[in-house]
């Protein structure tokens, strides 16, 4: 079963009481334990005419929220990616451990949220080998996709991560609006288009109810909810390491203007990711 707490389980949030969250935060963190799946959910496969959404969330683990959005992903049977800061990694493991558990794909968000354009080549290697390396700890796998801090990139970047640079192309502003879950469910409802990633932050406040309201609303205008690889897989595009991605439209007349998947919704969000650590 899934966890006691009311709040993110509800379609909508008008019964929704305000610092429900916080206060329900021991019994989270305490409860994955003994609830953690250990088997992998079985999902149709996906078909690339599917209309997809890859939901990303940066910045954690951070149990007291990240189980409240996997508490959702498990009631709808979806996975999500999740941008990891390493050295939260094995404070929340079982947080990551359910989640992978639970089929979602795990990414480096860095090991100390370090912006890999403000240090050296020898720094980003650290900072890409030591979360790669707490990841695969808990996981025992590798990864095969990050996320830089702030969206930062340069040619340092692209010559030295040795992983494509998964950018978004909706961005929830969920570090804005905090416990604000309404506006950060609209940043993201009215904007969504297939082939998205969307980008959301595990640790924000509200973001378990943005969640909670997002993934049947979208369910019911036909989307699916993806992976960032399975949404790259399905569209057939083979990622490439330094190279960014925000989005994997399906080919259609109208896109051939666009000179690669680069241009697709990444450089005007490139500095809008939080530094919530
Ligand atoms: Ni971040």
């Given at each position: 079963?899934?966890?006691?707490?009311?709040?993110?389980?509800?379609?909508?949030?008008?019964?929704?009481?305000?610092?429900?969250?916080?206060?329900?935060?021991?019994?989270?963190?305490?409860d994955v334990t003994k609830e953690t799946t250990t088997e992998k959910p079985?999902?149709?496969?996906?078909?690339?005419?599917?209309?997809?959404?890859?939901?990303?969330?940066d910045d954690g683990p951070y149990s007291p929220t990240t189980n409240k959005i996997l508490d959702t992903l498990e009631k709808y049977n979806v996975p999500a990616t999740f941008f990891v800061v390493g050295n939260r990694v094995s404070t929340y493991s079982d947080?990551?451990?359910?989640?992978?558990?639970?089929?979602?794909?795990f990414g480096s968000h860095t090991y100390s949220?370090?912006?890999?354009?403000?240090?050296?080549?020898?720094?980003?290697?650290?900072?890409?080998?030591?979360?790669?390396?707490?990841?695969?700890?808990i996981t025992g796998e590798d990864i095969k996709i990050m996320r830089p801090p702030e969206g930062a990139v340069n040619d340092s970047v692209r010559e030295n991560v040795?992983?494509?640079?998964?950018?978004?192309s909706v961005d929830s502003k969920d570090w804005v609006h905090k416990k604000d879950s309404d506006k950060?469910?609209?940043?993201?409802?009215?904007?969504?288009?297939?082939?998205?990633?969307?980008?959301?932050?595990?640790?924000?406040?509200?973001?378990?109810?943005?969640?909670?309201?997002?993934?049947?609303?979208?369910?019911?205008?036909?989307?699916r909810f993806v992976t960032v690889s399975e949404l790259m897989d399905a569209r057939?595009?083979?990622?490439e390491n330094g190279e960014s991605y925000g989005s994997a439209r399906p080919p259609v007349e109208e896109e051939e203007t666009e000179s690669s998947e680069e241009s697709v919704g990444t450089?005007?969000?490139?500095?809008?990711?939080?530094?919530?650590d």
């Amino acid at each position: 079963m899934i966890l006691p707490v009311t709040g993110c389980q509800r379609k909508g949030n008008e019964n929704y009481v305000p610092g429900s969250l916080a206060q329900n935060e021991e019994t989270s963190a305490a409860d994955v334990t003994k609830e953690t799946t250990t088997e992998k959910p079985t999902r149709p496969p996906i078909d690339p005419s599917d209309k997809l959404i890859a939901l990303t969330f940066d910045d954690g683990p951070y149990s007291p929220t990240t189980n409240k959005i996997l508490d959702t992903l498990e009631k709808y049977n979806v996975p999500a990616t999740f941008f990891v800061v390493g050295n939260r990694v094995s404070t929340y493991s079982d947080s990551v451990k359910r989640a992978h558990n639970m089929g979602c794909e795990f990414g480096s968000h860095t090991y100390s949220h370090k912006v890999l354009t403000k240090i050296s080549s020898d720094e980003i290697s650290r900072e890409l080998n030591d979360s790669s390396e707490a990841i695969r700890k808990i996981t025992g796998e590798d990864i095969k996709i990050m996320r830089p801090p702030e969206g930062a990139v340069n040619d340092s970047v692209r010559e030295n991560v040795p992983y494509p640079l998964i950018m978004w192309s909706v961005d929830s502003k969920d570090w804005v609006h905090k416990k604000d879950s309404d506006k950060s469910y609209h940043e993201v409802y009215d904007y969504v288009f297939d082939g998205a990633i969307v980008l959301m932050h595990d640790i924000q406040p509200g973001t378990p109810d943005a969640v909670s309201r997002l993934i049947p609303d979208l369910q019911a205008q036909g989307y699916r909810f993806v992976t960032v690889s399975e949404l790259m897989d399905a569209r057939g595009i083979q990622m490439e390491n330094g190279e960014s991605y925000g989005s994997a439209r399906p080919p259609v007349e109208e896109e051939e203007t666009e000179s690669s998947e680069e241009s697709v919704g990444t450089e005007e969000v490139l500095t809008s990711d939080s530094i919530s650590d």
